[in-house]
C-alpha cells in the first residue's frame, strides 16, 4: 500500500512509500522517526490531527512536524541602564539658532 509521507523534521522531505496493510500512525512514526518522541511531533493525516491507533489507508497523506526546533532557545532578558542625560540650557523653546528649538522643563 503507498501513502504520502512528509517529514518535517531536520532538512525534511516529501516522499511516496511503501507500507504494510494494518500499519497504524504509532507503528509509522516509530519507524521514520526513532529518535523521537511522539509528543514532541505534530502528526496530521490529511491534513488533520489524528490519534496513535488510526490505521492508515491508500493514499493517505501523513506529514509529521517537531513542535520544537532543535538548538532554538528562550529569549533572556536585557537589562537596560538608563544614563542621567544633561538638560539643556536656556529658557523652554528657545531658539539655539534659526533652525532649532531647546525644550526644557519647568525646573530648568
Known amino acids: 500500500m503507498q501513502i504520502l509521507f512528509i517529514n518535517n ?21 516509530q519507524q521514520r522517526v526513532s529518535h523521537g518522541r511522539p509528543q514532541d511531533y505534530l502528526i496530521r493525516v490529511n491534513r488533520q490531527p489524528t490519534t496513535a491507533g488510526y490505521v492508515l489507508q491508500e493514499g493517505d497523506r501523513v506529514s509529521i512536524t517537531p513542535t520544537k526546533i532543535e538548538g532554538a532557545i528562550s529569549r533572556q532578558l536585557i537589562t537596560v541602564i538608563l544614563l542621567p542625560v544633561p538638560s539643556p540650557k536656556g529658557a523652554p523653546w528657545e531658539p539655539d539658532n534659526a533652525l532649532t ?5 519647568p525646573s530648568c
Request: overall charge negative; glycine content about 12%.
Open 101 to 105: 528649538v531647546s525644550i526644557c522643563s
Open 9 to 29: 523534521d531536520g532538512s525534511g522531505f516529501a516522499d511516496q512509500i511503501q507500507i504494510t496493510e494494518g500499519t497504524t500512525v504509532e507503528a509509522l512514526f
